[in-house]
């Protein structure tokens, strides 16, 4: 069974910064679009940034010029997460459409999600 995992969230201060992975945890065939989701509590679950498989990128107003999404050649993708805000704290999901194997069609995946505690 395929997994999304995802490591990298704390604690930090107001304009501090954080570096979010997420890999799935064995080799897979494919990997379309990835994103970042992310829930505070009491609230719905927003998408934060997403990268298309041609390394396109769209993020939150909320999180312009301070996040970036990035993907490197074993196929993690990270949330660089810079100057950031009490408003910020939430749990963070990867969420990915995979083909785990040339025989099966694409599906979607989520991570566990990782907590983020911004304090001011």
């Known amino acids: 069974q395929v997994q999304l995992v995802e490591s990298g969230g704390g604690l930090v201060q107001a304009g501090g910064s954080l570096r979010l992975s997420c890999a799935a945890s064995?080799?897979?065939?494919?990997?379309?679009?990835v994103a970042w989701y992310r829930q505070a509590p009491g609230k719905e679950r927003e998408l934060v940034a997403a990268i298309d498989r041609g390394g396109s990128t769209n993020y939150a107003d909320s999180v312009k010029g301070r996040f970036t999404i990035s993907k490197d050649n074993a196929n993690t993708v990270y949330l660089q997460m810079i100057d950031l805000k009490p408003e910020d704290t939430a749990d963070y999901y990867c969420?990915?459409?995979?083909?785990?194997?040339?025989?099966?069609?694409?599906?979607?995946?989520w991570g566990q999600g990782t907590q983020v505690t911004v304090s001011s």
């Open positions: 969420n990915a459409n995979l083909q785990v194997s040339f025989y099966l069609p694409v599906r979607v995946f």
């Open positions: 064995r080799t897979i065939f494919r990997i379309d679009a």
